[in-house]
């Protein structure tokens, strides 16, 4: 068997299983059995492929088939152009995520050039934003906060893997109750948002593999907010920033948690599909 008939093959069965992207996904499981770039693949369709390799393969295929996620076969997933380990114990990164780094980034302003700059990311999982903001603000300390051991141990060696973990610092925590008042400049978070009453609506591959405890927030989805808003009016210093992620239909309920003398400068970014994604205010 060659690379063309092995994922032609591998398509179909993802196809036939209903699974969303087959091309796609058959392409990046033969990717990752392969170690090569999609480009390699490419140029080597017609070369045969090692029969460990394809059994490999075709194991994938049937896990990805049966709802795992393409990323937690491959143990890879992008964002903000990095390439981050995911792994059951992590939520996989989204696009949509990025827009906390930008607001971020966008409302730190003529901060991001001081050397003292503190930032936490509650509920870090992965460690994509934590990452991605210590490299775009080189001067920074940033704590990644998580209730999971077994996601900071993920969020440790994505901040290896990426150069950042001498300014990195794992903390467990339940969002900020670990740490002093007045202690960050930003606070950021994509924290769990999703109603337990809506987990028959969630894909398969969500609602089965995905990490329950970084996903449900209660049956309504917006029980972490008040605790989240609260301990980061605490943990922000004046003028500190707070930018955290919506879930959808949530934006104004969350927006009344600001409704206060301790907040300004209050706004709502959304996404490119138009839904209101990033909530961000400045701390008095």
Not at 39 to 55: F, S, T
Request: charged letters at 25%.
């Amino acid at each position: 068997m060659n690379f063309r008939e092995a994922l032609k093959q591998g398509i179909g069965r993802l196809r036939a299983a209903g699974v969303a992207s087959p091309v796609l996904a058959a392409e990046l499981l033969l990717m990752h059995v392969a170690g090569a770039s999609r480009a390699w693949l490419y140029v080597h369709i017609d070369d045969p492929l090692d029969p460990a390799a394809a059994e490999r393969y075709f194991d994938l295929v049937g896990q990805r088939a049966a709802g795992a996620p393409t990323q937690y076969l491959t143990g890879h997933q992008e964002f903000w152009g990095l390439d981050f380990e995911v792994t059951p114990d992590v939520l996989i990164p989204r696009p949509e995520t990025e827009h906390i780094v930008e607001v971020a980034l966008e409302r730190i302003g003529q901060q991001r050039s001081r050397e003292a700059l503190l930032v936490a990311d509650v509920g870090t999982g992965s460690g994509c934003l934590a990452v991605a903001l210590a490299r775009e603000l080189p001067q920074a300390r940033v704590f990644a906060t998580d209730i999971s051991l077994a996601a900071l141990a993920v969020a440790r060696r994505n901040a290896e893997r990426h150069g950042v973990a001498g300014r990195l610092l794992f903390v467990a925590s339940d969002i900020l109750s670990s740490f002093r008042p007045r202690s960050f400049d930003l606070v950021v978070s994509n924290p769990p948002y999703v109603g337990r009453r809506e987990a028959t609506s969630l894909a398969r591959e969500i609602r089965e593999h995905e990490p329950g405890k970084a996903l449900f927030a209660g049956e309504e989805g917006i029980e972490v907010y008040p605790l989240l808003v609260a301990q980061a009016m605490d943990c922000l210093c004046p003028a500190g920033v707070l930018v955290v992620e919506l879930g959808y239909g949530v934006s104004e309920r969350v927006m009344t948690l600001l409704d206060s003398a301790d907040w300004r400068d209050i706004g709502v970014t959304s996404d490119l599909a138009g839904i209101p994604r990033v909530l961000a205010a400045r701390r008095v």
